[in-house]
């Protein structure tokens, strides 16, 4: 699964990027710094693996991860080509969730794209231009069906009428909810791609003094952020990246204990990531690895069973499940067994965030 990074130019994707990933990106005072887009895969903080490493002490241990993509700052305009806008659209589409940066500090050594700091108007900005090329795609697929309706086409006729739904929607509103569609219309609208329907985590970039003693303005902006349902969090990523760039543990903590914090902000956000996205965590647990895997919330357990290989899918006969605090609480999976603690679950079965699982499978 991939997020992408998004917001106008210098309000800290790039510098954000480089909390998040190993891969450095270029970070510079002048808009467009980044043309091409950087790709990490983001290992996601998880004290349950933590917890289970402990126990087992495993030859190898192997976290979850999700892909960042950092793309390049989109401005007025985007939507007709603007600033290579074309280009980061695209960038926008190819991901499963937007992660968009608002800068919420003032700096005059650092220029804003719109001459003054606003990060609700900054907001309105990028959502107007993912609205207006979704727009654009409806209406060249619209024109596209428009001609196979018109022969008294079934399948053309009801995508119509999805299409005229959604672009009432759109003229109305910024952003659609997958929610505002009827199930038999999800594929359809799913397979449209489009930039209104991904969903976003806000990112409120502040400086280092408004962590301790966050002021009305930005208290304002997050409230209104959170009026729309929006999923938001308040990071100084400046300081992160100052953080994130000393060697040892120890400083690290130091650092974040003067400012009053438990943990990293980056750590935060790659958990809210994953759980924009609708994923949840198994985990395979043996002396040889320690594993977490990543599947959609819902999922019964063959299809479970696949991400591992499809042949454990195709040849499903059982899960063995152990409930997580019911491995750290006996300490083994032989005591849970003892214990009477270990469920054999069918292809019914669906599957818990946490669980420990070992699948039984026909070859």
């Known amino acids: 699964m991939k997020a992408g990074i998004v917001g106008l130019p210098n309000v800290g994707k790039s510098t954000l990027f480089n909390c998040l990933s190993n891969v450095k990106a270029q970070s510079a005072n002048f808009p467009f710094c980044t043309i091409e887009p950087n790709i990490g895969l983001v290992n996601i903080p998880d004290e349950r693996l933590n917890k289970l490493v402990e126990l087992i002490n495993p030859d190898k241990i192997v976290p979850n991860s999700v892909e960042i993509v950092d793309i390049a700052g ?34 005059n050594n650092i220029t804003h794209v719109e001459g003054t700091v606003d990060p609700l108007r900054d907001k309105e900005i990028i959502e107007f231009e993912l609205k207006l090329k979704d727009i654009e795609t409806l209406n060249k697929r619209k024109d ?92 100084a990523i400046k300081t992160e990246e ?83 605090i019911d491995y750290i609480d006996l300490g083994s999976e032989l005591k849970v067994k003892e214990a009477g603690k270990l469920k054999t679950e069918g292809k019914e079965y669906i599957v818990v965030d946490g669980d420990v699982i070992n699948f039984k499978f026909n070859t």
């Not at 999805?162 to 038999?184: G, Q």
């Open 74 to 107: 989109l401005v007025k305009g985007a939507s007709k080509g603007e600033g290579l806008g074309n280009q980061f659209l695209s960038n926008i589409r190819e991901t499963n969730a937007i992660i968009h940066v608002l800068r919420c500090y003032e700096d």
């Open 144 to 235: 596209k069906i428009s001609r196979a309706a018109k022969t008294g086409d079934k399948a053309s006729i009801s995508e119509l009428k999805v299409l005229d739904e959604i672009l009432s929607k759109l003229n109305n509103e910024n952003h659609i909810r997958m929610e505002d569609f009827k199930t038999d219309d999800l594929e359809f609208v799913k397979s449209m791609s489009l930039l209104s329907l991904k969903p976003v985590l806000f990112v409120c970039n502040i400086d280092e003094n408004n962590l301790k003693n966050p002021g009305e303005d930005l208290k304002n902006v997050v409230d209104k952020l959170k009026e729309t349902g929006s999923n938001v969090i308040v990071m």
């Open 242 to 324: 100052e953080i994130n760039d000393l060697e040892s543990f120890e400083d690290r903590k130091l650092f974040l204990d003067d400012l009053g914090l438990d943990e990293p902000g980056s750590s935060k956000l790659i958990r809210e990531t994953h759980n924009l996205l609708n994923l949840s965590t198994f985990y395979t647990a043996g002396k040889k690895e320690v594993r977490a895997w990543t599947f959609k919330k819902g999922s019964k357990a063959p299809t479970v069973a696949g991400i591992i290989h499809s042949d454990f899918e195709k040849g499903f006969i059982k899960a063995e499940v152990i409930k997580f």
